[in-house]
Nanobody, 116 residues
Framework: QVQLVESGGGLVQPGGSLRLSCAAS????????MSWYRQAPGKGRELVAG????????NYADSVKGRFTISRDNAKNMVFLQMNSLKPEDTAVYYC?????????WGQGTQVTVSS
């Protein structure tokens, strides 16, 4: 079955950086676009960034453009989210996700807390 495992979250000061990783298994990774989402306390899950199967095109939420970078390594079945210039409003649980034949799959999430 499809399994996604996120890692790399933690506590960081405003202006700091983190790199999230997501290891995927149970799917033909290179055939699927991948995404990062986040969910802040009391809010719905929102799309943060997406990347095409080959990694040749990306898209970002306006709130993270210029600060976050999504990338992937198809040889290792992994997707990454480099987060720079972090702000307190970036505090959330971050999830990687994939849609396969209309079914959405998520990992367990990794907590990112931006606070001084």
């Amino acid at each position: 079955q499809v399994q996604l495992v996120e890692s790399g979250g933690g506590l960081v000061q405003p202006g700091g950086s983190l790199r999230l990783s997501c290891a995927a298994s149970g799917l033909t990774f290179s055939r699927n676009a991948m995404s990062w989402y986040r969910q802040a306390p009391g809010k719905g899950r929102e799309l943060v960034a997406g990347i095409t199967r080959a990694g040749d095109s990306t898209n970002y939420a306006d709130s993270v453009k210029g600060r976050f970078t999504i990338s992937r390594d198809n040889a290792k079945n992994m997707v990454f989210l480099q987060m720079n210039s972090l702000k307190p409003e970036d505090t959330a649980v971050y999830y990687c996700g994939v849609g396969i034949y209309g079914i959405s799959y998520w990992g367990q999430g990794t907590q990112v807390t931006v606070s001084s």
